[in-house]
Structure formats: structure tokens, C-alpha cells
């Protein structure tokens, strides 16, 4: 194994994440990646759907487009303190932009990823149908072993 993906989304048990995935990458001298991936903002950007009334193709906002360079700086800076702990080998960190799953499927091709490390949150059972879960569509679409790490979210 030479490179592990870890996707975190930054909230909650990242740290729980993060663990996991440095002892696997330390377990096989893998280079460690640190994905996040900042959402678009509003239904029909982040389905990519086009608005049937209007006809036309979505196009970001001008505050929008300032909307994600903040969580994309926000990313960074956590990213930042989460680096600056590991005492890991090699960490290449990453702030991308798009629909988690597709982008983190993406990454994980470019990158020649040899596993992905995700957390998986423990919704109910109609959270899960309303939101789907990122870390099952993951699953759907890559094309190397994943390592599902269950995390409790505190209410």
C-alpha cells in the first residue's frame, strides 16, 4: 500500500478518523491524504441538476463563490491543526470543491489510493434516507477497499 485517502468532513470525531487512518498508513508506509471537500451551496448546484423553469444551467453566485472560499480557507486552517499533530510519515492535504462522494472517488483515482478511511455517521434510520450517507455512496463508487470508521454523534 502506498497511498491511504482519509475523507474527513472536519466535524465531530475527526480525530477518531484521523487515528485510524495514520496507523494504517503507518502499519504500511503509505503516504497519507488528507481530503476534505467543501459543498456547494443550494438544491440545484449541489444535484446539478438544471432549474426546469428557467432552462438554463446553474451558475454560482458572486457571494456564494466568497461563501466557498471561506470554507475552503476554514478547511484549510483545520487541516493545518490536524497536520501539525500527526507524527506520520508522509501527509499531503487536500481542499477540494463538488459533491463529496464523486469528488473523494475522484481523488482517490488521480492519487492511485490504495484504500479510502471514512467515518460514517450513525443517523436514524429517516436521517439517513433524507440525506443518504455519504460514506454508502462512496462505497457504491470506488473501486479499492474502504475502511468504514462508526463514529456516535452527541446530541
Known amino acids: 500500500m502506498k497511498n ?3 475523507a474527513l468532513d472536519l466535524q ?3 480525530e477518531l478518523i484521523v487515528n485510524k487512518a495514520v496507523e494504517m498508513a503507518d502499519k504500511f508506509g503509505a503516504s497519507l491524504h488528507l481530503v476534505h471537500v467543501v459543498a456547494p451551496v443550494g ?3 449541489a444535484t446539478n441538476l438544471v ?12 457571494n456564494e463563490l466568497d461563501l466557498i472560499e471561506t470554507h475552503k480557507n476554514i478547511a484549510n486552517e483545520k487541516l493545518d491543526k490536524i497536520e501539525v ?3 506520520s510519515g508522509e501527509v499531503i ?5 463538488g459533491l463529496v462522494e464523486d469528488e473523494v472517488v475522484n481523488y482517490a483515482t488521480e492519487a492511485g489510493a490504495d484504500m479510502i478511511v471514512i467515518g460514517t455517521h450513525q443517523h436514524s434510520g429517516l436521517s439517513r434516507l433524507l440525506n443518504g450517507e455519504t460514506s454508502v455512496r462512496i462505497l457504491h463508487e470506488a473501486q479499492i477497499p474502504i475502511l468504514v470508521i462508526p463514529t456516535v454523534e452527541h446530541k
Not at 492535504?93 to 470543491?97: A, E, G, P, S, Y
Request: aromatic fraction near 6%.
Open 93 to 97: 492535504r487536500k481542499v477540494l470543491f
Open 51 to 62: 432549474d426546469p423553469l428557467a432552462g438554463m444551467e446553474t451558475a454560482l453566485l458572486p
Open 43 to 45: 438544491t440545484y448546484i
Open 85 to 87: 499533530q500527526l507524527k
Open 12 to 14: 465531530g470525531q475527526t
Open 4 to 6: 491511504i485517502i482519509t
